[in-house]
Structure formats: C-alpha cells, structure tokens
C-alpha cells in the first residue's frame, strides 16, 4: 500500500524508533534529545480528546528490508509508515485530524521513547520485557494485536536495529511465515498473549540513560506516580486482595513482575508486590525509595518493568480476572465488630452500635459531640424527617407531657404507623427514579397513568414492603409474577390476593416506563429503542448500584472496572422488554368481579351491584346515581391498586364504555421474541457502528465479587435474574447504596457523600465501618426500612442539637462529617409547601390519584409554552393537596418547586440543591398562593385562639414554630400588630368566617404577621 506519508513535507515526520547501532550520539545527549521530543509528543497528545478504538499494523513482509508500516485507527487509516532495518521509523501527521491521536500512536508503537509516557490503544497485551524469548537479539519487544485476529504483530528493538516481525490481515496465528501474522522466531520479535482484550490503558515506563543500556526501561529509586485512568485493570489474578500484577496471561512466555538484567535467572526477578516497592494504590503504579534496599545500585539501570495490561474482551463471558479488591465497594460487605464501648470518652451517652462507631472516630480526631437537642426540637425533627409535616400543638403537647420511660420510641413507632410517612419516604424515592408525570423533549407528551407508580411507591413504603422485595418488583415484577396464575373461582380469596399482588408488581416495573421519552415521528425506531434502553440501563445502575454505568457507553469506564461489553450486555437484558398499558377490565374481572365483590360487600348489594354492570354496555351512559353506585362498588375493594381513582361528587355522567377501557398503568411487558432487537457491542456507542452480537449478562467484575456466572437467561428472564442478583445478601453494592441513602434523607448527607456514585471517583465513606454494619444489619433485619429507621433514630447520633460549636469543631470540622452535631436542614419544596398548608389548616389529606394542577399566577402563565401543559384541576379542593400529588412536567416545573430546587426528572437525582436566592424570598412575600394561607392562618388562630392580640400571638408561634414566644419577641410582635393595623391597607381576599370577627385593619395586621412567620429561616429549616 503506497504511504500517506508522501504527500507531506519532511518537516511533519517525527522519528519515532531509531537504531542504536547507526546512532554515534553519547548516550547523555541522545536521552536529552530524545526526551525532548517526547515531551513535544506528549504535549500534542494531551491536547487530543480523542481515544483510539481499535488498531491495526500491517506489512505485506515481515523480513524485507524495506518496506511501508499501515496503521489503521477504527474505522480510518492514520498514516503510512516507511520502515528501514538501518533508518528510522518515520511518520507524518498530514493524513490525520487531529494529529494528536496519530502521535498517541506512534508513541505506543515506540519502544524507546525515553521519558514516562502513556498511550491508549486496542491490543491483547502490551509487554515491555527483555525479548529473548522471542528467539532474537533483541533487548525489548512490543506485541499487540487487532481486536478481530486480523493479524498480530511484533515489533522488537534488537542489537542491530529495530525489526518488524508481523502479518497481514486475515491471519491470527502466532506461528509462521511472512505475512502469516507471525509473531516469534524473528529476531528481536516480541511475544503478545493468547487472548484479545478489548482495550486497555499503557502504563508509562520510565527509561534510564545508564551508559551500558540506554533508553532501557528501568524502575528509579525514587518515588514517583504512573497514573492511569484504568490502571488498576493491571491489577489482575490477585483474589486474595492482594495489590500483585500479573503481567502474563495464562500460557504466555515471560516472568511477571521486575527482571533484573537479561538473565533467564529466577532468582533475579522479583514478585510484584506492596512488600518490594511497587504497588497499586488510587489507580496508579508505585514505587518508592525502598526498592534501593532490594535492587542492587549496579542492576537499577538493566531492571526491566514487566506489565501485561489485561483489559475485558468484548464477550462478557471471557473477561480476565481482576481483583476483587480494586476498590472497597465493590467487595461483599461483612460486618465489623463496633469498637469497644468501655475505651470511648462519652460512654455513658452511647445507645447503640451507631454510636460507639461515631464516637470512635470523633475521639481519634479529638472532638467532642454537642449534647442532646430539647424535647421540642425532637419532635419538630421527627415528624418532618418521618411524615413531611409539622406536629399540631397537641401532639407536642403530648409529647412533652409524656414522661414515662420510652416516650421517644413510641413517637417513632406512632410515625412510623401514619399512612403520610409513605408520602413523605415515597417522594424521596422518586427523586431517585426520576418521576414525572410526562416525557419531556419536544412534545412533553402527558403520561396518564404514571401516577400508578408513584402511588404503588407510597404504598410500598407505608408496608414496609422489604426492600429487596421493591426492588426485584421494580425491575421484573412480570417475570417474577407470571401472566398464568390460577383464577380457580373455587380458590376465591387466595387467588384474589394472588391476582392483586402480581398486579401490584407488574405496576412496580413503571420504574422503566416512566424515563424521559422522544415522540418524534422522523426518529429511526431504532434509536428511539436505543435511547430508551440506555435510559433503563443508566438509571438501573444508578438507583439500585449507585454506579457511574453510563460511563461504559462509548469506551471503557476511565475509573471503575466496566467495558463497554458490560454496558451492552445489561442493553440485551432489557431487549425482550416493551412498554404496554394493561387496561382496567383486564385487572378486573376474574380477581375483582367475580371474587372479591362477594367477599367484601353484602350478598344483596352485590346482586345489584352486578346487575348495574350487565345493564351497562358499550355505548350507554351511566346516570349520575349509577356511577355514584358504581364507585362505591369499587371502592370497596379494599382501595387497592386496582380501584378506579375517585371521580367528583357532582360529577352527572360517566361513559361507562371508556371506564371500562381506561388503562391501569404502563408497565413492562414482554416483546414477541421475532421482534427482539440484537444486541451489538456499538464502537463509540454509535448505533451505525454494530460490533460484536451480545448476549444478557451481568457487569462480569461485580459478578465475579458474588461467585455468579456473568451470563443471563435470553430471549426472557434475564431481567428476573438481574433482580434476584441485585438482591442477593453478599452483594457488595444493593444495601449499602440504600443504607446510605437511608442516612443521607435523616442527616442531609450519607455516610458517602456521592449516593450515586460508590465508584473510585466518588467519595469514601466518612465512617466506612459504620456502613458495613448498617448494610449487613438491614440485610439481616429482612430488609426492613422501618427498622432501619428506628435504629438511626434512638442513636444519640441522631438526637443531638445543632447548635453546639467551637473553633476547633468548626477547623478540624466544619462539614460536620465526623457527625459531632446534628445537621440544620431547610425543607425541600414539596415539604414546605405542605408545611404551609398544614400550617394554615387548608392541606387537603387525600391519598393517591391523578396528579393534581394548582392556579399559577398571572406571570407564571405567561412562562406556559404550551397553555394546556397546565391545565388547572377543576376542584378547588385539590388545589391545597401535599406537594407530591402535584403535576411534575419534564418542560414546566411548577414555580414553587423549581424556585426551591426540585429536581431534573430526565436522570436520577441523589441530593436535591440546595440554594439560597432572591426569589425565595419573593415567592415567600408576594405570591398570592402565600399571602392566601397566611389569611387562612390568621383565621385558624382566631378561631382557636380568641379575640385577644397576646393568645393570637401565642397560638401562632405554636403553631407555625411548634414552640412559645419568648418575651421579647412577645413584645416585638405586639408592636408589629400595632403598627400594621395604622399602615395597612391591601384588603383581604377569601376572608375565613372566624376572622371577620375582628376588625378589618386588625385582621390585615394579624394576617401580615403570619406571613412574616412563613418567611422565617425557622419556619423554613429543620434543627
């Protein structure tokens, strides 16, 4: 093949391999030149973005004396190579844009490049050693090969200059002729592997200008740092946790570890390992001063560093080993012993095994916790942390009138037990599966029944359904539930209850249907399945693994063990899965006609019941008092997840034949197996660049740390055994990921700051033993959330004040991640609007439905794209419904919620924003929803509180800040009510009956008080 190289001008060739031998420089000079060079290359190089995917080196001769070196980069040729036995390897950079990969290359390719230098690239292996081996002369070989056995290659740099020892395409043998591929028996040629990586990351060697070997790679005796992106894929084999690389592949010529000068010698190669020097720690090679004491000074400069770097092949079937303890989240967690209670300073304090691990580690770091938080702020603290609402003053008054002995835990336990404690943990739950009531992009297409999920999510939490158990229903609840369950009428109340389960599941698998979604006609249905899956896939790692995943789309994961093979593989997991809406009559009629009527309702009103039902057929129209009868025959199905959402008191038809079709939910189904999608491993994560055909499998590293076969069950069922493995006990990541989060929703921060991220790029755990515990107790505990619950909240971690602090907590400490206080936390939006409502005595308690649609203010509506993206619910009463039954739009935040941080819905969102901005405060002072509450406060007051302006300011303070006014703000607030009553003028709307009793310029001067009680930081934070 004629070279590219022709076309440029000399000035753009840089020599990449010269020959020692035709080279009369000294050899202090040439290391000087030749770093130069190299930093000019790696210069260039750092500049590229730009990865290489797959390479390739041919040559129509291995032992011609002359002759053209093609490099192929992907999918292009980067450049022609003209190689000489007696002249060097040159290269131009014209045929390549950016020039910068094309160095990237040539770098790699270079086997005397003297300084530390890193190169990306796609071969089975890459094994700077001594290439004896390979039969020649040679002092060091190079040996690679393309990632379809096109053909392997050899190059070697021996005592008479480089040589190429390599074959065409076609041929992936390792023994041969010219052209064969051929890559021994040449001299100098060097010796690459059995196996075929998909890609892997070069380590940057260091080479020493000693007169006896110059440019010979050596280990320095100083400490110095190769960091790597994926450098810990070097570290493989080492199950016992050790930090060992293994350089060679099974059945591969070479020792592992360092050799020291060219013999064959045993006893002069020395193991790889923290105890000689060199070691892998943060995903970088060390070496430190210590290999002084064991390389002699006179053998430094002939020690060669010997590294096989073993990257994932593209089937998730034949990945290499890699250690299990690269990073620490990805081993099992086992439980630690808690730290001895009796060597702890505040002993007398601790409650149970969370505080002898917190207090541990604040007595290493010399800090002393604050003290226990009053009675008050307790209560405050629990009831929004458990329900998401303020307690009235009656329940602090018992509260605090309670003096018997566990009063705490029967709080706890009364909490726990209220159904809006499901609203509260539901809606965190949420922000985690990236919930939304539409599809966003272009047309924000309105999903009907998305609702479904978020109430069997509220649900769920309410019964404490195990965690496990929500998980495997959110990700397989069809594959767990089969279609073909007995509906025997003979077995009526276990099949009815069976029925009613399997549907319950089937909704839970919403999780998937309800992701940011484009409804574009022109769109290729392939890449509307495409973008769908990756969704999935991301969202799936995220949530439940707390995995940067989507990082593995286009290349290899830079930081954590995954290949893109992982990444696609989990894509054919969920190729048999569509989206489908099951309709109501469907979930109805042999569970709930025929079944749980007659077990629920009198033999009589059922009879009519039925008969209404055979009276009413496509076409007809029910009269107002039919379907008044017809929805209190469907409410008596124990509410479950099959009822019918209510429908108006006044409303006066309903066209029966369109209740009877209405869908129940979007959920999972499967596709016809002729219509499964293949699966390709997509070179860049381009859908017009198929690779190789994948089948379901596991992430193979995660599944190696389980002892579990990496591949799924196809064309159905993979999902099911996604989901049991995700959940089994010994899974490094399932519980710790919840604990955390679990952790994270009581303090305002988890023990590993990142929730979505346990990956070597997220943050350590702050207490990595109290984790472990925390995860292998809520396994052991059934995967109970309430009892998780109640363990954190009677720690005296939990119970302690927030405004204990001295400098040296606020220097040694001032994050507080040493937990020696408790967090002050501002509300999120959802739960201060529902502070407001409860607050004023309008919040609308209502469980579950359709979401709801406020009034928006004149100037909000004028933000609408789209008027009818906020069509505004036609009952008042809905209009005051906790903040989680609001309509969430992916193209339209409600501007309350986003002035107060709500989250993006098109990905899962592990901690909310938290910011402090100008229109927070404006929302709190001039928004008429705002000032409407603060007059249905002041008449709340009023009607509970009397005539008089002192019990008026004493019943407001209990109410909006669950505590007495001091004396001092007694006084201020009585001077406030005295001036507002000269100044105000603005008259009232939506007057309540009890305030009307006072006079106007007094009730405007009471309602103007409570709305400056709302705009508190009091109001607004928890302690």
């Known amino acids: 093949m004629p070279s590219e190289a022709a076309s440029g001008s000399a000035k753009d060739s840089s020599p990449i391999i010269r020959s020692n031998s035709t080279n009369s420089e000294s050899p202090t000079r040439q290391a000087a030149r030749s770093n130069r060079r190299t930093s000019r290359i790696d210069a260039t190089a750092r500049r590229s973005s730009t990865v290489a995917r797959s390479l390739s080196v041919t040559r129509p001769g291995c032992h011609s004396p002359q002759g053209n070196l093609t490099v192929t980069w992907g999918n292009r040729r980067i450049t022609g190579t003209t190689f000489s036995n007696a002249a060097s390897v040159a290269t131009t950079s014209t045929s390549c844009r950016p020039p910068a990969p094309a160095r990237a290359v040539n770098n790699l390719l270079s086997s005397t490049t003297p300084a530390a230098t890193t190169a990306r690239f796609r071969p089975c292996s890459l094994s700077i050693r001594n290439a004896f081996s390979g039969g020649g002369a040679g002092t060091a070989g190079l040996g690679f090969a393309d990632t379809a056995g096109v053909g392997r290659a050899g190059i070697g740099s021996g005592t008479g200059g480089p040589s190429l020892t390599g074959g065409g395409p076609g041929s992936s043998s390792t023994g041969g002729g010219p052209g064969s591929g051929s890559t021994g028996g040449g001299p100098g040629s060097g010796s690459p592997p059995t196996s075929c990586p998909t890609t892997g990351d070069v380590a940057g060697v260091t080479r020493s200008s000693h007169p006896a070997s110059p440019n010979r790679p050596v ?314 899956m990756t969704d999935w896939v991301d969202t799936t790692a995220s949530a439940f693994m707390g995995l940067t995943l989507g990082c593995a789309r286009c290349h290899e994961h830079k930081f954590d063990p995954f290949t893109q093979a992982d990444y696609f593989s989990l894509h054919a997991v969920f190729a048999s899965a569509r989206v489908i809406e099951l309709p109501l009559w469907t979930a109805m009629e042999e569970a709930d006609w025929r079944q749980a009527y007659p077990r629920v309702i009198a033999v009589e009103r059922a009879r009519k019941a039925y008969k209404l039902f055979e009276a009413s057929h496509a076409g007809k129209t029910l009269t107002t008092e039919q379907a008044r009868q017809k929805q209190n025959l469907l409410n008596a199905v124990a509410q479950s997840v099959l009822a019918l959402p209510e429908r108006a008191a006044g409303q006066f038809a309903v066209d029966y034949a369109g209740l009877m079709h209405q869908p129940i939910a979007r959920v999972l189904g499967r596709r016809h197996p002729a219509l499964i999608r293949p699966i390709h491993l997509l070179d860049r994560g381009e859908l017009k660049k198929p690779g190789k055909l994948l089948s379901p499998a596991l992430p193979a590293a995660l599944a190696r740390a389980t002892g579990t076969p990496a591949g799924l069950k196809r064309p159905f069922g993979s999902r099911k055994q996604l989901a049991l493995w995700l959940t089994r006990p010994d899974h490094p990541l399932t519980a710790r990921v919840m604990v955390n989060r679990i952790w994270q929703w009581h303090f305002g921060r988890g023990l590993v700051e990142t929730s979505n991220d346990f990956g070597k790029m997220g943050q350590p755990p702050s207490h990595p033993g109290l984790l472990d515990w925390l995860a292998t107790r809520f396994v052991a505990d059934g995967w109970k ?106 193209n339209f935040k409600f501007p309350m919620f986003e002035v107060f941080d709500t989250p993006v819905t098109s990905v899962s969102c592990p901690v909310r924003d938290v910011t402090t901005v100008a229109p927070q405060a404006l929302w709190g002072l001039n928004n008429s929803s705002v000032i409407r509450q603060a007059t249905q406060l002041a008449g709340r007051i009023v009607k509970e509180a009397g005539d008089k302006s002192a019990a008026h300011i004493q019943r407001a303070w209990h109410i909006v800040l669950s505590r007495p006014p001091t004396a001092e703000e007694s006084r201020s607030a009585l001077a406030l009510l005295d001036s507002l009553e000269k100044t105000s003028q603005t008259e009232l709307e939506h007057l309540p009956a009890a305030l009307k009793k006072l006079p106007a310029a007094r009730r405007r001067a009471l309602a103007k008080l409570c709305l400056a009680l709302f705009n508190l930081n009091e109001f607004a934070f928890v302690d």
Request: charged share 25%; aromatic share 8%.
């Open 785 to 890: 959330v309430k009892n998780l619950h109640r363990l954190i909240m009677n720690s005296d971690t939990y119970r302690r004040s927030s405004r204990f602090a001295t400098e040296k907590h606020l220097d040694e400490d001032p994050d507080n991640r040493l937990l020696w206080r408790a967090n002050r936390r501002r509300l999120e939006a959802e739960a201060l609007w529902d502070a407001v409502h409860a607050t004023a005595g309008t919040l609308n308690r209502a469980f579950g439905g359709p979401p709801v649609v406020p009034p928006l203010a004149a100037d909000e509506i004028a933000s609408l794209r789209e008027k009818w993206h906020w069509t505004v619910s036609a009952d008042p009463a809905q209009h005051t419904r906790r903040g989680i039954y609001i309509m969430v739009r992916r």
């Open 219 to 532: 280990i320095k005796p100083s400490q110095r740092t190769f960091r790597q992106p994926n450098l810990h894929l070097l570290t493989t084999n080492s199950q016992s946790g050790g930090d060992q690389i293994k350089t060679c592949p099974p059945g591969a010529s070479g020792y592992q570890g360092l050799r020291i000068g060219e013999t064959t010698d045993t006893r002069h190669t020395i193991r790889t390992h923290r105890n000689t020097g060199l070691s892998i720690r943060n995903g970088a090679i060390w070496h430190t001063s210590s290999m002084r004491q064991t390389i002699p000074n006179c053998l430094v400069a002939g020690t060669v560093l010997v590294i096989t770097c073993l990257a994932p092949p593209a089937s998730a079937d034949d990945v290499p080993d890699r250690p299990r303890a690269v990073h620490w989240s990805f081993q099992p967690p086992h439980r630690p012993t808690p730290p001895d209670a009796g060597t702890l300073k505040h002993r007398e304090r601790i409650r149970n095994p969370i505080d002898q691990f917190v207090f541990h580690r604040l007595q290493k770091s010399g800090l002393d916790p604050a003290g226990e938080a009053t009675k008050r702020t307790l209560v405050r603290r629990a009831h929004f942390d458990l329900l998401g609402l303020p307690p009235s003053p009656e329940e602090t008054a018992t509260f605090l009138a309670d003096k018997k002995p566990g009063a705490w835990n029967r709080l706890i336990d009364r909490l726990l037990q209220s159904r809006h404690y499901g609203e509260r943990w539901g809606r965190h739950w949420l922000d985690v599966a990236r919930y939304a009531d539409s599809g966003g992009y272009e047309t924000d297409i309105y999903y009907r029944n998305a609702w479904r999920f978020r109430d069997y999510v509220v649900k769920s939490f309410n019964d404490d359904k195990p965690y496990n158990v929500f998980v495997q229903e959110q990700i397989a609840g069809d594959e767990i539930w089969p279609d073909n369950l007995d509906l025997d009428p003979r077995k009526v109340y276990k099949v009815s209850d069976e029925k009613r389960r399997h549907l319950e599941a089937r909704i839970g698998t919403g999780f998937y249907t309800l992701g940011p979604q484009v409804h574009e006609s022109a769109l290729d249905a392939r890449r509307l399945d495409y973008e769908t």
